[in-house]
C-alpha cells in the first residue's frame, strides 16, 4: 500500500500555476540592506583591531615560528632532543609574544595562559636547578601562578577600561 502512494507522488507532476515568481522586496526591508552599520566611536575600533607589534609590518612573529617547526623537524628526523626542545621553545615564544601584547594593550585576556607560563617556569626552574622536591615546587609554582594571575586581572582591566574577560559577545 505504501508503495503505490509514492508512486503516486514520483508521478504527479506540478503544474504552472503552482510555481511563484519571487516578490520583489518590500521597502523597508531594501532600505535596510543598504543602509551601513552605524559607526563605532575610535575606542570601540581600536579594540576590536589587534595591537600593532613595535617593529611595525615585519613578520617577526610568523618568522620565528616557521624557523622554530625546521628546526623541530629537523630535530626529530635527527632524533635530537635538544632541536627539539630547541624548536619548541622558539615555537612557544613567538606564541607568547602575541598573547603578551595582546593583554596588555587590552584587546583579549589572557591571564591564565600568561599565569601557566610562569607556573611552568617556576616548577621547572626550581626542579632542575635547586634540586628541591618536587612537591614544594608545586606549592611554590602554585602561589607563582596565583599572584601572577591577579596581577594580570588587574592589569587587562585597567587597560580594557574595567573589563576583566573578553570572550566574544560576552563581556564582563
Do not use: N
Not at 28 to 48: G, I, L, M, N
Not at 57 to 62: D, I, K, T, V
Amino acid at each position: 500500500m505504501a508503495k503505490s502512494k509514492s508512486r503516486k507522488r514520483k508521478g504527479r507532476r506540478r503544474s504552472s500555476s503552482d510555481y511563484r515568481a519571487p516578490q520583489p522586496a518590500r521597502r523597508s526591508e531594501s532600505r535596510r540592506a543598504v543602509e551601513p552599520a552605524p559607526k563605532k566611536s575610535k575606542r570601540e575600533r581600536e579594540r576590536e583591531e589587534r595591537p600593532p607589534a613595535p617593529w611595525g609590518s615585519f613578520p617577526l612573529q610568523e618568522l620565528s615560528i616557521l624557523v622554530a617547526l625546521v628546526i623541530l623537524i629537523v630535530g626529530v628526523v635527527k632524533a635530537s632532543p635538544k632541536l627539539v626542545t630547541v624548536g619548541v621553545g622558539l615555537a612557544c615564544l613567538g606564541g607568547l609574544e602575541l598573547t603578551l601584547r595582546e593583554h596588555l594593550a587590552g584587546y583579549r585576556s589572557h591571564t591564565l595562559l600568561l599565569a601557566g607560563v610562569v607556573f611552568v617556569v617556576v616548577v621547572g626552574g626550581l626542579f632542575y636547578y635547586s634540586g628541591l622536591i618536587l612537591l614544594i615546587c608545586l606549592i611554590a609554582g602554585a602561589l607563582a601562578f596565583v599572584a601572577t594571575a591577579l596581577w594580570l586581572r588587574a592589569v587587562f582591566r585597567r587597560a580594557s577600561g574595567g573589563l576583566s574577560f573578553k570572550i566574544g559577545g560576552l563581556r564582563g
